[in-house]
């Protein structure tokens, strides 16, 4: 099925029912959640998907694992997507949080295969039977790190949320701490407390992830110079020691 309304097609019975869909250049699903799990995957173009617990921006032949009933934002970068939406009770092992993952040569060709199904296709014959592997191949996914946690109370959240939507590499810690009338190291303590990690090593690892989408438009050193990095080299570095792969790997010309 393509660029059909899960809506149309969510009372029939199957426990896969997989969707593709064509997006215009910077369209945004606002927030809004499903009854089914879904496997979000982005034949093409980035996606930023965001829910109220972190942000998971999703690069090029990735995919994200979204739970049932999770309410979230999708903001597309040139995207056509191939998604599955999944009956919970068939899928008891489908983590708790969204989850980036990679999208391996089978799995795509399954995903192509299985969007141009009906929506009741036969379960007894081949389409039965791509369905069926499709979950076991989803499965065996090992998460990726493509994501920021956000603060759970609503000031750190709103500030990270500015943040990744503008990163500064001139924002200090004493400048947030000031935003949230609280001491540097009083506020420096309750970020950590509510991330897992200081505001310095956080606001790092959200510069990265702002740049998997500039990648798309430009160069390797574009991105450095915006973002803030002395060198493309330095960039580079950070880039790989995060996400195990080179800013170059993520650029529209590979």
């Known amino acids: 099925m393509k660029n ?51 942000t998971w921006t999703v690069p090029p032949e990735r995919a994200v694992l979204i739970p049932a009933a999770t309410q979230h934002r999708v903001r597309m970068v040139g995207v056509s997507t191939r998604s599955l939406y999944v009956e919970p009770d068939a899928v008891p092992w489908w983590p708790a949080t969204c989850t980036v993952v990679d999208v391996p040569a089978l799995l795509r060709e399954l995903l192509l295969s299985a969007v141009e199904f009906e929506a009741d296709y036969s379960l007894s014959g081949r389409e039965g039977c791509i369905a069926t592997l499709l979950l076991h191949e989803i499965a065996a996914r090992t998460p990726l790190p493509f994501h920021v946690a956000l603060p759970s109370s609503a000031d750190l959240a709103a500030l990270c949320r500015g943040y990744l939507a503008a990163p500064d590499v001139g924002v200090t810690n004493a400048a947030w701490a000031g935003r949230t009338a609280m001491s540097e190291r009083a506020f420096t303590r309750r970020f950590r407390s509510e991330t897992g990690e200081s505001p310095a090593v956080w606001r790092g690892r959200a510069r990265l992830l702002a740049a998997v989408p500039l990648l798309r438009t430009a160069s390797v050193s574009d991105v450095a110079g915006r973002l803030g990095y002395a060198s493309p080299a330095a960039f580079t570095a950070a880039f790989t020691r995060a996400f195990g792969l080179p800013p170059s790997r993520f650029t529209a010309a590979h």
């Open 4 to 54: 059909i309304a899960l809506d149309a097609v969510d009372h029939v019975d199957r426990a896969v029912l997989p969707i593709g869909t064509d997006y215009p250049p910077g369209h945004v699903l606002d927030w809004h959640e499903h009854r089914r799990a879904q496997f979000l995957y982005g034949a093409t173009g980035v996606m930023v998907v965001d829910t109220a617990e972190g």
